[in-house]
């Protein structure tokens, strides 16, 4: 198995220097129960993921980030070198996500992606696209999120004749 | 087709009370540039997300929401009565997410909803398994978000003898 990607200094990447089986591990970030809160009181204000007493007679038994907040913080870690650095960006345009289990406050996270799939795109040429899994974990190793994403990737300009 | 239910003031729902082809629609919510660029530098900080004159030589031509931030906005219009409330609060499992189209400063977005398929749970008895189809529409009707989520939703409890 090939070793991951450094995630210190991500080289940007066209689709050709993309291949099946390329692993990126991301850097780690800790899950603070202030921004879990604060996050969840704006976009998703549901007793389990605002106030830790109300959540204890939950289906989550106990305070846990709303999947979007950890879907959020996956994302700033596949940019901060924990995916490919396309040329152009990280640009999805969608995916499966599942989140297995909830992200507790405390949690600290940190994101292992692979290339499943890669193929140019029929209609437009100068594009690929790009199917590659990200498992987001907590610091024991459990799986919190599933994102399997499908990317839009440049493929490389013909040079100049 | 049925007429969708009320935003307004939503009831509460156990598994039983939903079937295939009941709709909701929820209220609408207005995209702000301050807010779209913010919520980008914390979690997607890519200059399509974070610099309207840097947004311009880009894949996405000017500033766009990342899909994180529309995803977040969705979930907050479907807890707001855009979703069945059902008992227990509003727990996804997972599913699948498609941004066909950017969502721009401006925008005003809606969710229309869709009970697509329900089974009970083979292994616990005690809950659903509902997929809700959930469009994200801005103020031309189009398309900004489609999410086919996986829910869970408690089935009523036997009554008392």
């Known amino acids: 198995m090939a070793q991951p990607e450094s995630a210190a200094k991500p080289a940007t990447y ?14 780690s970030q800790a899950m603070d129960a202030t921004r879990m809160k604060a996050f969840a009181s704006e976009f998703d204000p549901q007793p389990f ?9 939950t289906f989550f038994n106990g305070l846990a ?32 996500i599942v989140w297995p289990q909830p ?6 996270l940190t ?3 692979e290339v ?3 193929r140019v ?19 024991r190793g459990e799986v919190v999120q599933i994102f399997t994403a499908k990317l839009v990737v440049p493929t490389r300009p013909p040079a100049a004749a």
């Open 111 to 113: 994101v292992e992606s």
């Open 121 to 139: 795109s029929r209609t437009k040429p100068d594009r690929g696209l790009v199917t590659l899994r990200s498992e987001t974990k907590n610091q």
């Open 14 to 27: 066209y689709f050709e220097d993309l291949h099946v089986g390329q692993r990126f591990v991301s850097r």
């Open 49 to 57: 993921h605002v106030d830790e007493v109300a959540a204890q007679d």
């Open 103 to 108: 992200t507790r406050a405390g949690d600290v």
């Open 65 to 96: 980030a709303s999947g979007w907040h950890t879907a959020a913080v996956t994302m700033r870690l596949l940019v901060d070198g924990g995916a490919p650095a396309a040329v152009g960006g990280i640009i999805g345009a969608g995916g499966e």
């Open 116 to 118: 499943l799939t890669l």
